[in-house]
């Protein structure tokens, strides 16, 4: 059965998405050019700000007292969460070493960065999430230098929370700036910071197109675009809460899909009919943000049984994924192509967003296909390394040498060769003839 579209959307998520490399390129230009005094003059430029570029502990400080109590416990919550979490995948990286052969081992270690850089947003919202997510993550890998930075408001500078939360997840440094001019900062180690060896962090188009820019100059978490969250919900679903979900993920941008899979058309249509009051009782800007998504980017399908529904969901592939059906269980081992996915309705992506505990920092745009979200994965660099003795690099020289010359590589084939005269001598091996 084809899929029925009860909602189908005009746009995706790349329809209208301005080009910006060409600005992208020119402002890193500028940056690399003219380092600190070009950085500061593009966030009076683009941010109206002129106070201090990097944090002291008296301005840290001082943010944190405007913080309320209360949320500083709800930080201090999210951040312990997010904390044991990223522990626990730290603990399922093992180094070990194999005998990959009598007198041949071989092994893997896996190494944090030295440093990296969180990049916070803080334009139409402050992502204090964001800050805990990136911040605390890294720390757990064990990188040694955290440079933290979010864009200022005018003069106002950062909002304190973000301030307080990313130096109570352990950034070293906290960057009053944004944009494309903080990106290159971390990436060049501009401001007495260590050059960043990996840039993590949602931004928008700007920041995103500047880490692909410099990606291999630096390493980058992935590149992101507009947010988007998918629900998978049979006939046992609360249209109420399912309604409800999806515009709570709309409200991100005016080009954040939301989607609704459905095996029920009579859940389809009532959710259909929830929204838009649900999207006209928010404040100003998120109903703009929403109206605009639901009406451009949202779907609604229905599909023939949960198979069907599944394989849409992959087909999809997105960022957040939802199921409010029966038997959960059968949802966690079928579907394959998701950022994290959220099983049942007492979780919801919110949950993930704010303090639950895995990461947010997710794929984005169907890049769910193939790779993960952030996580202490990312910080890391898996190496290998081996050791042999003489009588165990016999066979993997004779192996070496002859491969080599089959591929025309003369120059490693004698890099074998010298080892089998030193270590064998006398002996005759068949190693292929030398141009």
Request: charged share 25%; glycine share 8%.
């Amino acid at each position: 059965m084809p899929r029925d579209y009860i909602k189908a959307a005009p746009k995706t998520s790349r329809t209208d998405a301005a080009s910006v490399r060409d600005t992208v390129a020119e402002l890193l230009a500028e940056v690399e050019a003219g380092r600190e005094d070009a950085a500061r003059r593009l966030a009076e430029r683009f941010d109206k700000y002129t106070g201090a570029v990097v944090l002291d502990a008296e301005a840290k400080a001082a943010a944190a007292a405007l913080v309320p109590e209360k949320l500083k416990d709800d930080i201090r919550f999210a951040h312990d969460n997010i904390r044991r979490f990223a522990e626990a995948q730290r603990a399922a990286m093992q180094d070990f070493e194999v005998e990959i052969g009598p007198g041949l081992v071989a092994g893997q270690r896996s190494i944090p960065v030295r440093s990296a850089g969180c990049y916070v947003p803080g334009g139409r919202y402050s992502h204090v999430a964001s800050a805990m997510m990136t911040v605390t993550t890294a720390k757990v890998a064990g990188v040694k230098h955290i440079t933290a930075c979010s864009p200022p408001q005018g003069n106002a500078g950062i909002s304190p929370a973000i301030i307080f939360a990313a130096d109570y997840c352990g950034a070293n440094e906290v960057l009053s700036m944004g944009g494309v001019q903080a990106v290159a900062a971390m990436a060049y180690g501009l401001f007495d910071l260590p050059k960043a060896d990996i840039v993590v962090g949602p931004g928008n188009q700007f920041v995103a197109e500047a880490k692909r820019m410099l990606f291999g100059y630096m390493g980058i978490d992935l590149i992101a675009g507009p947010t988007d969250s998918l629900v998978l919900a049979d006939a046992h679903a609360d249209p109420a809460i399912v309604a409800q979900d999806l515009v709570g993920q709309a409200e991100h941008g005016y080009n954040s899909p939301v989607w609704l899979v459905t095996d029920n058309r009579a859940l389809a249509e009532k959710v259909h009919a929830l929204v838009p009051d649900l999207i006209a009782d928010l404040p100003e800007l998120n109903r703009q943000n929403a109206e605009a998504a639901w009406r451009d980017y949202a779907e609604i399908v229905v599909c023939a049984n949960r198979e069907e529904m599944a394989a849409t969901s992959d087909d999809y592939a997105p960022e957040h994924l939802t199921v409010q059906a029966e038997d959960l269980d059968w949802w966690l081992n079928r579907l394959e192509c998701y950022g994290s996915l959220f099983l049942g309705e007492e979780t919801t992506v919110a949950y993930g967003d704010k303090a639950s505990g895995p990461n947010h920092v997710l794929p984005t745009s169907g890049s769910a296909r193939y790779t993960g979200g952030l996580s202490v994965h990312k910080y890391m660099k898996i190496v290998t390394w081996q050791r042999a003795t003489r009588a165990g690099s016999k066979r993997v020289a004779e192996a070496t040498a002859r491969i080599s010359r089959l591929e025309g590589m003369e120059g490693h084939a004698r890099t074998a060769d010298i080892r089998l005269a030193k270590y064998f001598p006398g002996e005759n091996f068949d190693l292929g003839a030398e141009d």
